[in-house]
């Protein structure tokens, strides 16, 4: 078929096809269901021929999709090693890195597609991320096609694009047939007009050919009358194959299409024939899902069970190919509950294996929704499901589901799990923000496993015990549970126990002063078992505290690579528990070290998702709260502190609530008032006696600032540049901020030294963006009499992100436009040196090295529209 209005795409593809010699790319096509994105790709395939090796792979419309279809679909075409890697290894990152190394090996260059992605399952979507951000090492074109239009806000892939580096990737939208493309093809049809034909269809492609294809057939629901027209006037038998082919979301493979060829003996070759039906690689399909989903639709429930029955006896058979989870798909929908319930557990079983916990929820979920109350196995689906909406971000789900398991536990006299479930139940409670009812379940968990024989689930129930008051930076009661764990563990030989002891014990080790090493090497140890094991959740543990650590301590670069590593790692195992909890950790490294609108951009992402628990919120709110106090605007601040104090409250542990403290004195501070009694109270029954740490030191500093004296017997041991701040050491404090990278505490201390110095201070506020900090500082020294203070930025220069001036801004805007120094100097009249310096500037604000990365973080920023 001709291609209409469409060689600009191919072009573009070309022009990438060629530049692979020297740097691989992604090119992302994107457009609703029949603009033509297929049809592009297979004309830009046959114009390359065996200039490259094509590797076409695609997702399918599985209520559950099965894991990794694409490279499915591929590794046939790839040698043996591989395809036996594929189905043996459960290991995420390992195949990932195996299928790199094959294209990396390739003796020509590559061209890889992988279709429809829009119906990824979260495996696949990781091999995107890892390909994507790889690809320049490649002699590839990776091209994906989505349906842009279908994602829904919350899909993976809406956030895909800003995780991207912008020279590596390509978007291109298909736009739908101009009036005229429309008009010249309906007369090519032997129609006078296409007025009728654009106003049904809107210029979509597939609309368009398949209206003209039926003779302008009246269509009241358009394409879906087109296509049930097309269905009503095939003969019986090539209705009943399509109607059996529709209810396959997915592409038929040859075992199916062998069983069925022999009940339509030449239909299926005169559906091929006729384009109706398409052969890739011995798999057959519909031409366009929009067929397939116009004739599941039109048949009647009781018509479409029995197909998928059909379907399922097909797939059951011994050497039909078939996944579990399609297998589950057609179950389901054939309302085979006993097979449901056999099936979705190994599917989800499976899933989880492999780090696909989006998937292992739904099938435990679809498992559950298929028994009935007397279910002996209720309990334990429950129960698994709980954990793995616990791995993925859903504690609502996770408390719902194990309280009901609880109670049928309970119910059946179950003391050993019923233990074991309020164990569990105690970690989603924390999970919760409630620590309260986290101690009562881990306390009464105890209790009831301590009176059966020793086992697993009790070693567990002590490691939790210890979990909980490492989180609330109780060492003895740490220790002492930790102990008694391991002691445990090692005597049932228990790899998993120990890993997760071992983390609670280094965590809280690692923040005792004199034995940082021995709790560096013991969380070590943990990762190691949990990484050596498949342990997702544990790794993820171990990342996570690793990192926090890091970011408390102030050591930015050792915590920046080890929330690197944690949210790849949980991002590869659909861990977003933990990837979100990272994220929010790292909002408050990037506003210590002064990436303020990246910061902000990732606190109000976290925020505004209402999904997101409690211990989330709490940092998400504190940065956001301390960005708005430092830029002046008190009335956003006090909304953030309220709830980030209603929210850490009920968790009755430091590490939330000092943070959201330390924010209200630096409110108080900044904005001139006073602190309200209950605060100061507050605050000071939240010191202890004697302790040495950043986030302790951090509000007794602020106190001081704020003139609240700290009683006697409050010793507090203010470490690094805190220390030397008490000592009145504010230049050495000074440097000493500056070699850790807190540019604002670095002026800060500056602002305490001599009028050079202060004036230096001012300088780095105003380029931080601390507007509010600035005025209130610089109001301080003129009542000290100081002259010739720096006036600070210009409020155009405010009004962006990145302290661009209105200058800055018009030369970014010509950069997007294409514009050249010498074409930007004439249009600005102004010289083209001047608009260089401008450029190095812009470059330097926005922390980028090149024109176009300038334009795509810009853009990401929201300072181009």
């Not at 097309?230 to 209810?247: G, P, Y």
Request: glycine content about 6%.
């Amino acid at each position: 078929m001709k291609l209409v209005e469409r060689a600009q795409y191919l072009q573009t593809l070309q022009d990438r096809f060629s530049d692979i010699g020297r740097s691989g790319h992604t090119v992302f096509l994107l457009g609703e269901a029949g603009i033509g994105k297929t049809s592009l790709i297979t004309h830009f395939k046959d114009s390359i021929g065996t200039r490259a090796h094509a590797y076409i792979g695609g997702c399918d419309s599985l209520f559950t999709p099965h894991p990794l279809g694409p490279l499915h679909d591929i590794a046939p075409q790839l040698e043996d090693d591989f395809n036996s890697l594929l189905r043996k290894e459960k290991e995420r990152s390992v195949i990932f890195t195996a299928f790199f190394e094959k294209l990396t090996a390739a003796t020509k260059p590559v061209l890889l597609i992988f279709e429809d992605v829009h119906w990824a399952d979260e495996a696949t979507i990781d091999l995107i991320k890892f390909l994507s951000r790889r690809i320049g090492k490649l002699r590839c074109l990776f091209v994906l096609t989505m349906r842009d239009n279908e994602l829904d806000a919350r899909h993976a892939l809406r956030n895909l694009f800003g995780q991207l580096s912008a020279d590596t990737f390509t978007k291109v939208h298909l736009n739908a047939l101009s009036r005229q493309a429309v008009e010249d093809m309906a007369l090519a049809k032997g129609h006078y007009s296409g007025d009728k034909v654009f106003a049904l269809t809107g210029g979509n492609p597939f609309y368009v050919t398949e209206v003209l294809a039926a003779g302008m057939t009246p269509i009241p629901e358009r394409i879906k009358d087109s296509v049930l027209t097309a269905f009503h006037s095939k003969d019986e038998h090539t209705q009943e194959l399509w109607e059996l082919l529709s209810v396959l979301p997915s592409r038929i493979e040859p075992s199916i299409v062998s069983k069925i060829e022999h009940e339509y003996p030449q239909v299926i070759e005169s559906c091929i024939a006729a384009g109706v039906i398409v052969n890739r690689n011995d798999t057959l399909s519909f031409k366009h899902e929009l067929y397939r989903i116009a004739i599941e639709e039109s048949i009647s429930k009781y018509r479409r069970r029995h197909l998928h029955q059909r379907v399922l006896r097909l797939l059951m058979e011994e050497g039909s190919g078939a996944t579990l989870a399609q297998r589950v798909h057609h179950a389901r929908f054939a309302e085979d509950h006993r097979l449901v319930l056999e099936l979705a557990p190994r599917a989800a079983q499976e899933a989880a294996a492999v780090g696909a916990h989006v998937e292992a929820a739904k099938l435990f979920k679809t498992a559950i929704e298929h028994a009935t109350v007397n279910y002996n196995g209720l309990a334990m689906l429950l129960g698994r499901y709980a954990y793995e909406c616990y791995l993925i971000n859903q504690i609502a789900n996770a408390l719902t589901a194990q309280e009901q398991s609880l109670a049928l536990y309970r119910q059946q006299g179950d003391r050993l799990r019923t233990g074991d479930t309020l164990r569990f139940l105690s970690r989603l409670q924390w999970f919760g923000g409630n620590r309260g009812k986290a101690i009562t379940f881990a306390h009464e968990s105890v209790q009831v496993l301590e009176q059966l024989p020793p086992s697993r689930e009790l070693a567990l129930a002590y490691s939790n015990f210890s979990q909980l008051n490492m989180l609330a930076d109780n060492v003895p009661q740490t220790l002492h549970w930790g102990e008694k764990a391991i002691a445990l563990a090692e005597q049932l030989n228990d790899a998993e126990i120990l890993c997760h002891a071992l983390n609670n014990v280094g965590s809280i080790l690692q923040k005792s002063p004199g034995h940082e090493e021995e709790g560096a090497a013991k969380l070590h140890d943990s990762l190691s078992i949990a990484l050596a094991n498949g342990y997702h959740e544990h790794a993820a543990r171990a990342y996570t505290n690793s990192g926090c650590f890091y970011v408390l301590i102030r050591k930015y670069e050792k915590a920046r690579k080890a929330l690197e590593a944690g949210l790849r790692y949980c991002e590869e195992h659909d861990l977003l528990s933990w990837y979100y909890y990272m994220q929010g950790e790292r909002t408050r490294l990037l506003l210590d070290t002064g990436h303020w609108a990246e910061a902000e951009q990732i606190a109000l992402s976290l925020q505004m998702n209402a999904d997101h628990f409690a211990l989330t919120r709490i940092g998400a709110l504190v940065t956001l709260a301390r960005l708005s106090i430092r830029r002046g605007r008190f009335g956003e601040a006090r909304p953030y502190l309220d709830v980030a104090k209603k929210l850490a409250a009920p968790t009755a542990e430091a590490y939330r609530m000092l943070p959201v403290m330390a924010a209200e004195l630096e409110l108080c501070w900044t904005s001139g008032t006073t602190v309200p009694q209950d605060d100061i109270d507050a605050a000071i029954a939240l010191l202890p006696d004697i302790h040495e740490s950043w986030h302790y030191a951090g509000v007794a500093y602020w106190m001081l600032r704020c003139g609240i004296p700290i009683a006697d017997n409050r010793e507090v041991r203010y470490p690094g540049p805190l220390a030397l701040e008490q000592q009145g050491q504010f230049a050495a404090a000074a440097q000493a901020w500056k070699e850790l990278g807190c540019a604002f505490e670095q002026a800060l201390a500056l602002m305490e030294c001599d009028e050079d110095q202060q004036r230096a201070g001012l300088g780095m506020l105003d380029h931080l963006g601390a507007t509010a900090t600035s005025e209130m500082l610089k109001t301080k020294l003129r009542e000290k009499g100081m002259r010739h203070i720096p006036r600070g930025p210009r409020e155009s220069t405010r009004s962006n992100p990145a302290g661009l001036t209105g200058r800055q801004v018009e030369i970014l805007s010509l950069l997007e436009q294409g514009g050249q120094n010498r074409e930007i100097a004439e249009k600005l009249f102004i010289s083209p040196k001047t608009v260089d310096h401008h450029i190095s500037a812009i470059l330097a604000k926005l922390s980028v090295n090149s024109r176009a990365k300038a334009v795509a973080e810009a853009r990401r920023l929201g300072i181009l529209k």
